[in-house]
Structure formats: C-alpha cells, structure tokens
C-alpha cells in the first residue's frame, strides 16, 4: 500500500496511532516524537490517523453577471470563441 503523506508531514500514521491511544503525558509524547506539544494535543482530539485533505471544498470558478456580461459581447464585436478570447 502506498503511503500518501502531506509534504509538511512530521509524523506517519503509525505514530499518530501511537499517539491516539497513550496516556503518557503529551510534553514527553512530544519529546520522544520530536513534535510540538500543540502537534500531539491535535492528533490526539483526531477520530482519524490520515492527513486531512487540503483541496478546496468550492472552486470559484464561476463568472458574476457583469463579467459575464463582457464576455458576451466582446465574443460578438471579436467573433471569437471562449478558447481563443482567453489567449487576447
């Protein structure tokens, strides 16, 4: 199985399952892992040992009235098509 981690990663997710399950006090969990204590209280309050994704949920991909409004009709007075109006 190919293990996907965030480029930032500083722990894997045998660790964090380390982490989840210890009663050891999170400085000296911190210590031993070398990771901040803010890094194990958040893996910690975690259900899960995988990276969250960071894709943005809502791409803003959409045009508002007026910018559509432009595209139109520089396409008629140009006669161009959507793929050649973004190259001008």
Do not use: C
């Not at 982490?19 to 070398?34: D, N």
């Not at 894709?55 to 959507?82: D, F, M, N, Y």
Request: aromatic fraction near 2%.
């Amino acid at each position: 199985m190919h293990l996907r981690l965030h480029k930032n990663a500083t722990t894997t997710p045998r660790i964090r399952a380390e982490i989840q399950v210890s009663k050891e006090p999170m400085r000296v969990l911190a210590q031993r892992f070398g990771v901040s204590v803010s890094t194990i209280a958040r893996w910690k309050k975690r259900a899960s040992v995988h990276d969250a994704s960071h894709t943005p949920h809502r791409l803003q991909t959409t045009l508002t009235p007026a910018q559509e409004s432009i595209v139109l009709v520089l396409r008629k007075s140009l006669g161009l098509s959507l793929d050649d109006l973004l190259a001008v």
